[in-house]
């Protein structure tokens, strides 16, 4: 099976030509020729698995028939980052449709945003920025045609639901347009939400089973206030490309990009509290090479799709097993071998155990025969950077978190930290394996 299949006007499939697309991927493979028919689609499945293409090239194929400089197609994405490669996405493919693409965030001047969609055929936006566009009436929804829902399960983490159902209520009834709807999990609020909007949908689950196996696992035992010494000394012993180091904070992944460049690394930052322009620099200088160290939270990283990711790097691990598969979905790409190593303390033992469970088998321990464990808290620690990150997954905004329970078992040990570190049984390298206690 290729794209020539799918049968698109001669000017999309010149795109999708351009745009180096031969065979499909399997998400597009099944789902393209249901969206092609008109279908609504709920889609699961992980970054780099090609779903922008699923909805992209159908609606620049629908659009080429119909009226041109009036709103007929929304996307609606969580941040500005995905929102933008969404956006050159349809500019890419649809380079000979003449049809406009136009993206529309928040951090940025709204009058040229205003200006653009006077003409626009096609919206990529996020929620608050397309709500003010909608309530000063800037930006008109009657004759939208298709709706999409890009990482639908974000959006419910970041606080979004209630905004999107807003947005829906100024669009045409679910009969009487297509939606198609993307996660890569599937809470219950989003489902209940997916039951609300898809008309009779078709799903197409891919690649939430488990992570790729070009992907090789590792966890690395030890105390909170040791994380960043540990990181430090891994990037040295490592042989690493680019590497996305994952955190659960906003404060904690500006504090670590900041010390790993005190440290000597070209690093830097992604989180919410910089501007636009900050953003997007920090963003093509990881793309093009010229920064090695890419700190960001699960929030900010969403979109980021960077072909030659050699390490992921969980400082903190996630919230849940689909969250670390999502996270390590990032490496290991195109047949290209990728690490995923994840630091993790006392706390983090049911977190392991579910890791395991969703990849099928126990992730190798390892400990470094070079490092001190031993080494105690300082009077300098920050302790809001070196206190557990504690939080609650899908907390609504300015919602206090709740601190994790400590577990009754395990707990400190005299001898390198945790008990379950023995000091005697290092490992030699980075690489040698020990059998692992979880």
Known sequence: MDFKSFSFHPAVAEGAKSAGFVTPTPIQAQAIPEVMKGSDVMGLAQTGTGKTAVFALPILNQLMNGPRGQVRALVIAPTRELAEQIHDAFRTLGRKTRLRSVSVYGGVGINPQIQALKRADIVVGCPGRLLDHINRRTLDLSGLEVLVLDEADQMFDMGFLPDIRRIISHIPHKEKRQTLLFSATMPGDIRSLANEILH???????????????????????????????????????????????????????????????????????????????????????????????????????????????????????????????????????????????????????????????????????????????????????????????????????????????????????????????????????????????
């Open 200 to 438: 009779d949908p078709l799903t197409v689950q891919i690649g939430l089973t488990a992570p790729a196996e070009t992907v090789s696992h590792a966890l690395y035992p030890v105390a909170q206030h040791l994380k960043t010494a540990l990181l430090i000394k891994l990037l040295k012993d490592a042989d690493t490309g680019s590497v996305l180091v994952f955190t659960r904070t906003k404060y904690r992944a500006k504090s670590l990009g900041e010390k790993l460049t005190r440290a000597g690394y070209s690093s830097t930052s992604l989180q919410g509290n910089l501007s636009q322009g900050k953003r997007q620099a920090a963003l093509n200088s990881f793309r093009s090479g010229q920064t090695r160290i890419l700190v960001a939270t699960d929030i900010a990283a969403r979109g980021i799709d960077v072909s030659n990711i050699s390490h992921v790097i969980n400082y903190d691990i996630p919230s849940t097993a689909e969250a670390y598969i999502h996270r390590v979905g990032r490496t290991g790409r195109a047949d290209k071998s990728g690490e995923a190593y994840t630091l993790i303390t006392n706390e983090d033992r049911r977190m392991v155990i579910a890791i395991n469970k969703a990849i099928g088998s126990k992730v190798e321990q390892r400990v470094l025969t070079d490092f001190n464990y031993n080494e105690r808290p300082s009077a300098s620690t920050d302790k809001r950077f070196d206190a557990p990150a504690s939080y609650r997954p899908h907390s609504s905004p300015g919602r206090k978190a709740t601190p994790k329970a400590k577990p009754k078992s395990g707990g400190r040990s005299d001898k390198g930290g945790f008990a379950w570190l023995s000091p005697q049984k290092k490992s030699k390298s980075v690489g040698n394996r020990r059998k692992p206690k979880y």
